[in-house]
């Protein structure tokens, strides 16, 4: 049988947390037949660490064969020792009244002392996910923060907004979820993000074809898939937890398993493709294979979709900017 990997993930006590341990402890994440050890972190305050002891305690109620160990801790320094995958969910969200740059340095503070713990104590394969948000430039604050870890081994989750995009496809054209192929997601993690199905194909037809209504497009899908985190808290009194860690757990497993050809979308540093400058976390379309995530080239950007590229790819920029001074 296989040797458990180390899985760390923070923010344990969570929301998300509470809809991600269970499914990665049962291997629905890295398959199967794959052991794994969890590294909980949790802010070291009494309450969170208690609500952590709480999720352990059903974590081990759940007797799961594959969950080789559980570990509780309040520092990133032990929580992230020798670990393969980190998935780095607790941060400060953006609150009502919050100025943008209180929000960036409360997790500039977070994410400069994740990195350099992950650049110090990691295993030098970890695959990192940023979940909290804002993620993409969390992810970009950790990678800098680690000089000594390759920066394509950070990545901020995209795949909310990528599933969030299929299954507005889906109910569109009345056709399975499942059988969408090449869908992209560029950009931030935000409203500006650009979902494109320009591409995409259902049974070897073309989305776009079948669809037909730029209009529906622009006005109705884009607008839909941008703003459904909100919608769900507005509905739901509380942000999305199951379905942003199912992302997470897609993204994790087709980044370490493979999506044999699929593409699906990653936050990534860009190596410039697309004109984007070098090092943006930006949401790109991937394939994975063998543990690597590659960047599906040569597609054509026409004039509209160069627009939305353009305006995530500025925001991205200009949060970039109101870090630089951490890092
Ligand atoms: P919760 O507030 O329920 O849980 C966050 C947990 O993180 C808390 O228990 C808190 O004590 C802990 N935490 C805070 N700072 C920490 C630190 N420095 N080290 C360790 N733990 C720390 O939030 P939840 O609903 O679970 O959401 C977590 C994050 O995910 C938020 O930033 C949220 O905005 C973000 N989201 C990102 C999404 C994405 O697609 N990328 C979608 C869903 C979600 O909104």
């Known amino acids: ?24 402890a049962s291997g629905e ?5 794959q052991p794994v050890i969890l590294q909980l972190l949790e802010i070291p305050d009494e309450k969170a660490q208690n609500a952590l002891k709480g999720v352990i305690m059903e974590l081990e109620d759940c007797a799961f064969p594959l969950l080789a160990g559980i570990e509780a801790h309040g520092d990133p ?49 970890v695959k990192v996910l940023v979940v909290g948000n804002p993620a993409n430039t969390n992810a970009y604050i950790a990678m800098k923060s680690a000089p000594d870890l390759p920066a394509k081994n950070f990545t901020a989750m995209l795949r909310l907004d990528h599933n969030r995009a299929a299954s507005q496809i889906a109910a569109k054209t009345g056709k399975a979820v499942a059988d969408i192929e090449k869908l992209a997601v560029w950009g931030n993690h935000s409203p500006t993000m650009y979902a494109d199905y320009r591409f995409a194909t259902i049974g070897g037809q073309s989305v776009k074809a079948m669809i037909n209504d730029e209009e529906w497009n622009r006005n109705t899908f884009l607008p839909t898939v941008g703003k459904r985190g909100a919608a769900i808290i507005a509905a739901r009194g509380l942000s999305s937890a199951a379905s942003a860690a199912n992302a997470a757990i897609d993204h994790m497993h087709d980044w370490a398993l493979g999506t044999n050809g699929k593409w699906v979308t990653m936050g990534i540093p860009s190596g410039g493709e697309y004109g984007i400058p070098k090092e943006v976390m930006f949401g790109y379309p991937v394939t994975c294979e063998g543990g690597e995530y590659k960047i599906v080239q040569g597609l054509d950007i026409d004039a509209f979709s160069q627009e939305c590229i353009n305006k995530t790819l500025n925001e991205l920029l200009e949060e970039q900017a109101g870090v630089k001074h951490l890092l």
């Open 29 to 33: 994440m890295l398959g199967k037949d």
């Open 77 to 125: 320094m032990t929580a992230f020792k020798g670990t393969d995958y980190a998935l780095l969910v607790g941060s400060r969200p953006r609150g009502p009244g919050m100025e943008r740059s209180e929000l960036l340095s409360i997790n500039g503070a977070i994410f400069t002392a994740q990195g350099k713990a992950l650049n110090a104590v990691a295993s030098r394969n």
């Open 1 to 24: 049988s296989k040797k458990p990997v180390r899985v760390a993930v923070t923010g344990a006590a969570g929301q998300i947390g509470y809809a991600l341990l269970f499914r990665i």
